[in-house]
C-alpha cells in the first residue's frame, strides 16, 4: 500500500502587499513557514500500514520559485510511482489550490483514492462535493485515515470506516458505520512523522536565522469564543490539552530543531498546567528557543509566569490586540481591554520578549477609524505588528453574520490579506490605508 500525503502551496493572492507603500512592504509577509502537523501525523497513523510519501509543496516552492505548477509536480511524482491513496490537508485560502491537485491526480488515474482532510474540510465538506474528490474526513483523522488505508489495502468497502463522506456517483454521502471516537491530544496522540520534511529542512526558517524551526502542540482548540475565528468551531468548543510527559518526550526528541513554535491557539491557558511544564524543562535541563501566542490579559494577570517563562527559553511572543476599542472587541466576543492590553505589553516588555501584535482591520474602517488605529499602535507599539483585515472564514460565527455583505466567494483570497466583504472607503483606499499600517512597529528586527 503507498500513500502520499500533499501540503498544498500558499495562495498567491495577497492585495494588502499588493497596495503597502515601500516603508511596509516588507512587513507584510509572503511566506510564514511552519511544518503541517495534521498532514504529519496522518503520515505517523499509517506509517504502519503503507509506505508514506510526502511533498510540502510550499517548502518545494520556497526551494526552486522556478518549480512546475503543483499540478505538474504531482503527476509527476504519480507517473514516477503511482500510489494508492493521495491525502490533502485543506485550510480555506488553499482551498482551490489543493482541490486543483486532487484533479491532477485523477487526470493522472481514477484508480487511486482522493482524501481530503483538515480545517476546512471539517467546517465546510460541501466544498469538496467534486469529482475529483472521493473522501473527506471530518474532524481529528488520524483513526479514521488509518482504517481507512487498511481497508483499501484488504479491498474492503469504505462503509466499514465509520465517519467518513465517500462518493457515491455525483455526490458525497456519510458511511454507514458509527464514527470512530478520538482523543487526538490524549490517548491517541501520535508524534508528528517530522522525518517527511528531511527535503525541506533549510526552508524552516524564519527571520534571517538559519537553524530550522518547528512547530509543536501541546493543545488543540481554545476555550474562548471570538466571533471570527475559526479554531474553536473546528473542535466544536473543545479545548484538549495534552499530557506533560509526553510535550517533554516531544520536545526532547526535536534535536535537529532549537528553535520551537507552539502551534497552539493559545499556550497558556491552564496556568498549574504550565508551571508543571516548566518545573519538567527545568529539571530536564532541557534548552530551546520558544515562541508562543499568549493574551495579554494573560500576562497582565500573571507577570511572574511570563518571567518564569522568560527565564526557559520564551523569546518570541504573537498575542491578538485586535483592536483599541471596547465596542469592537465586544462585538468580535474578544474578552480584552484596554487596562489587559497596556499591562500585558509592559510585562513582555520587562522580560525581554519580541512581541508581534495582531490587529483586525475593519471593512467599515473610514479615515478617522484608520487614524484612531494608527495613534493606538503607535502608542503601543510592538517589535512587529500584523494589521489583517476582518475576514469571514466559511464555518465561522462572523461568516453567518456577514453573509449578505460577502462579494468575493474565491476561498484563495480567504487568507487576512484580501478583503472579501464590501468596504465603506473605496477598494484601493481601504488597501492603501491598511498597508500603510503595517510600518507601525519599534526596533530594528527584520522579518524576512
Ligand atoms: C501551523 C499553522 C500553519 C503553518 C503550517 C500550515 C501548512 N499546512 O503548511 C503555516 C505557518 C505554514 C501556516 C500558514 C498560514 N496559516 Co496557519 N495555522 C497553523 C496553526 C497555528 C496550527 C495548525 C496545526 O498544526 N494544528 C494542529 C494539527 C494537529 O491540527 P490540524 O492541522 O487541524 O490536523 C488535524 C485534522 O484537521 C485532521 N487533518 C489535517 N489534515 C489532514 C489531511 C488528511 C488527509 C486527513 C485524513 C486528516 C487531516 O487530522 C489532524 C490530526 O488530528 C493554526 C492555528 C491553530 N492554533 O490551530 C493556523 C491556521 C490553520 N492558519 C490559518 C491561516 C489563515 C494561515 C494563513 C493563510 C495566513 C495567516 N495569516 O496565518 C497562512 C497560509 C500561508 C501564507 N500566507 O503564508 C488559519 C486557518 C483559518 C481557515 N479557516 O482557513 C488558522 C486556523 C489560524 C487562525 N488564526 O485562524 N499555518
Ligand atoms: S482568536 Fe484566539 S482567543 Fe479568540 S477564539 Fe480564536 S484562538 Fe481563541
Known sequence: MKVLLVNPPRSPHNALRDHAPPEALRFVHT???????????????????????????????????????????VRASILADPPDIVGVTFIASETPAGLDILRAVRSVSDRILTVAGGLHATLCPEDFDDPAVDVVVQGDGALAFKALVRTVASEGGLDAVGGLLI????????????????????????????????????????????????????????????????????????????????????????????????????????IAWTNRLLDRLESEGIHKAFVMDLRLDTAAKHPELIARLARNGLKVVITGIESPRAEELKRYNKALDTRAITEGLGVFADNGILLRANYVVNPDYGPDDFAALAEFATAHATAYAGYTILTPMPGTALHRQMRPRIIDTDLAKY???????????????FYEEAGRLWAIRRGDHVIS
Open 31 to 73: 511566506r510564514l513557514v511552519g511544518p503541517p502537523l495534521g498532514l504529519l501525523t496522518m503520515a505517523a497513523a499509517v506509517r504502519d500500514d503503507a509506505d508514506v510519501r510526502f511533498i510540502d509543496l510550499k517548502g518545494e516552492y520556497d526551494l526552486h520559485p522556478d518549480a512546475p505548477s503543483p499540478g505538474d509536480l
Open 167 to 270: 462518493r457515491d456517483g455525483d455526490h458525497l454521502r456519510p458511511t454507514t458505520a458509527p464514527a470512530l471516537a478520538i482523543d487526538p491530544a490524549g490517548r491517541d496522540f501520535l508524534v508528528p512523522d517530522r522525518s517527511c520534511l528531511k527535503p525541506w529542512l533549510s526552508t524552516y526558517t524564519v527571520g534571517g536565522d538559519p537553524r530550522p524551526v518547528t512547530y509543536l502542540f501541546t493543545s488543540l482548540g481554545c476555550p474562548s469564543r471570538c466571533s471570527f475565528c475559526s479554531i474553536w468551531p473546528q473542535r466544536a468548543g473543545a479545548y484538549l490539552q495534552r499530557d506533560i510527559d509526553s510535550v517533554i518526550a516531544e520536545v526532547a526528541s526535536l534535536t535537529e530543531y532549537e528553535v520551537i513554535r507552539f502551534a497552539d491557539a493559545n499556550s497558556v491557558v491552564d
Open 415 to 429: 487568507n487576512f490579506f484580501n478583503c472579501v466583504v464590501e468596504t465603506r472607503l473605496p477598494l484601493d483606499r
